[in-house]
């Protein structure tokens, strides 16, 4: 067994680095909490060196690291992966020397639920021996209010070290029969991911609250649990793992006590950032990106989305690929092999971008084939109007209530996926086709704009865009300021539009709809109880009449089960 000492070795002379390799050889009986004369030592290395001194010791009684900090304070080593929703603990417990006869500290109760050990103890240093012992362990709890288990730690009342009467092993293995049963009952109740949301940045805490309410959305579509959330203001941010290591640790033990199983970051985390992160933490790491390309994968459903998505994947995923574990190397021989030959990483990232070269081939196909069918399937007389929004504005909804279709609606986001066209014909007598499109948000990933080309093609080739607005959200105008950005970075921003409000019967700040309505002349409708609904069709067909409409080759062949010309309910 290797004997090293772990901790600040610094200012150690060699005598004390004896003293202290010296505990390696104390044995204690499995049902101790550590040997007397283990104990006794310890006190002496930790009295003269005016530190702290401790002891890994595993269940079989051995010591397996030992351990030296400062006054006050002892820095654990890495202990690898903890799997915490396993419900057994790490088959370690930890034995230290405070200098002075105090309980345990926040770092030793961190370090307990972090690193899921069985027991920490901590023994005040007395006239040069042991004082009074204090311990601490995890106990797992139920919460009747939220049906929830939560892992909070429990301490036993000191008493002092030879009043000590406690069978260490007997109290393990009814802590972890008890931390099982939790487990169990909670993963019967929930078969589902929790997450942790987490938002960094120097904004408001207003702003950072909406954005937090946006990501939990994101997270409900997702169908992911949230089971907490975590703010923290900086006007720094850090380089290695975004919010300090401190602020992880502190996340860390909020994680266990909600039974977390990811964190959910509210921007996108570089590749080393996310590495580092899942180091400290132990659990899965996902940035918004992330979450928004999972929603998209498990929703998509034409050929084009289900290929745009893998795309999108792919090309977030290849400059993380660098972060595979070495052990995955491997050599591959062969004709025209350089060197020793590929590795197994070279050889993942190469198929990646061959898969990467494949997919763009594919759509460039699909969309060369969206053309043709405009120019010889376009309808004459017959202009197209596409509706563009942020995400669950109720386009869909809008869409359906017009023209009498059942496109899938939902309270998600990213609810539809597909642009789906449908036929109608204005009071004026003019014949349009109205096609939904994919919602936008915010700070739009890159590697998702691909994903939005067909969307941006119905844009494109539309006489007028009929931008949706959402009057129940809080964030009406940052939302509308979110779309005319994406429109001008599409040379959308002066296309023809006209404004619509939708959700009339849900208005949250009626002071902001009415300016909104009278800045953008905009009108206000509802899909729900058909408010306005003729009023908007007239006023398309005036914005048709102005756009002049487009020629048949422009127009786009609606989806093939769509009914036949559906004019508004009267």
Not at 215 to 243: C, F, N, S
Not at 340 to 349: A, F, H, I, Q, S
Request: net charge negative.
């Amino acid at each position: 067994m290797s004997q090293t000492i772990h901790g600040d070795l610094s200012s150690l002379s060699a005598v004390d680095k004896a003293a202290l390799q010296r505990l390696y050889h104390h044995a204690s009986e499995p049902k101790q909490l550590a040997a007397e004369a283990l104990v006794l030592r310890m006190c002496s290395v930790a009295g003269k060196l005016r530190r702290q001194v401790g002891v890994l010791i595993d269940r079989n009684g051995r010591v397996t690291h030992v351990l030296v900090g400062d006054d006050h304070e002892l820095l654990l080593p890495d202990l690898g992966r903890f799997g915490q929703g396993s419900g057994r603990l790490r088959g370690l417990r930890l034995v230290h020397i405070h200098l002075r006869d105090e309980p345990l500290s926040e770092d030793d109760l961190n370090d307990l639920m972090r690193l899921g050990l069985d027991l920490v103890a901590a023994i005040g240093l007395v006239d040069g021996g042991p004082g009074r012992v204090f311990l601490g362990h995890l106990a797992a709890q139920r919460r009747a209010d939220l049906g929830e288990s939560v892992v909070p730690h429990e301490l036993v009342a000191p008493c002092p070290w030879y009043q000590l009467d406690l069978d260490v092993a007997e109290l393990i293995a009814s802590l972890e029969a008890d931390l099982q049963r939790a487990r169990t009952l909670t993963r019967v109740a929930v078969a589902r991911e929790r997450a942790l949301l987490v938002h960094v940045s120097s904004q408001t805490r207003a702003q950072a609250e909406d954005q937090l309410d946006e990501l939990d959305e994101l997270a409900r579509t997702a169908r992911v649990e949230v089971v907490g959330r975590v703010l923290q203001r900086r006007q720094k941010i850090d380089a290695r793992t975004l919010i300090g290591a401190g602020k992880l640790n502190e996340i860390s033990l909020k994680a266990m006590q909600t039974d977390a199983t990811m964190l959910v970051f509210d921007c996108e985390l570089t590749p080393s950032q996310s590495k580092s992160i899942a180091q400290q933490v132990e659990l899965k790491v996902l940035d918004r990106t992330q979450l928004i390309l999972d929603i998209f994968a498990g929703r998509a459903k034409s050929q084009d989305g289900r290929l745009q998505v893998e795309l999108a994947q792919l090309r977030y995923s290849l400059p993380r690929l660098g972060d595979r574990d070495n052990a995955l190397s491997r050599l591959t021989g062969g004709i025209g092999g350089v060197g020793p030959g590929e590795t197994k990483l070279e050889v993942d990232r190469r198929r990646a971008r061959d898969r990467v070269h494949r997919l763009q081939d594919q759509l460039e196909k699909l969309r060369r084939g969206r053309g043709t069918r405009r120019k010889e399937r376009g309808l004459a007389d017959v202009g197209l109007c596409a509706l563009v929004g942020y995400t669950n504005v109720g386009k869909s909804s809008l869409l359906n209530a017009i023209t009498k279709s059942d496109a899938y609606t939902e309270n998600l986001l990213f609810a539809t996926l597909d642009p789906t066209s449908r036929r109608l014909r204005l009071p004026d007598g003019q014949n349009v086709v109205l096609t939904d499109t994919v919602g936008f948000i915010r700070d739009l990933p890159k590697e998702l704009l691909g994903a939005f080309e067909a969307t941006l093609e119905e844009a494109k080739a539309a006489a007028v865009l009929v931008l949706v607005l959402d009057a129940s959200h809080a964030q009406i105008e940052q939302q509308y300021q979110s779309v005319l950005k994406i429109l001008a970075d599409h040379e959308l921003a002066d296309h023809p539009r006209l404004v619509v409000i939708n959700k009339a019967d849900a208005v949250l700040d009626l002071a902001t709809v009415r300016d909104l309505v009278h800045d953008l002349d905009a009108l206000l409708v509802s899909a729900t109880t058909r408010e306005n609904l003729d009023v908007f069709l007239d006023r398309l067909g005036q914005a048709l009449v102005q756009a002049q409409v487009p020629s048949q080759q422009d127009a786009v062949e609606p989806s093939e089960d769509e009914p036949e010309w559906s004019p508004l309910d009267s």
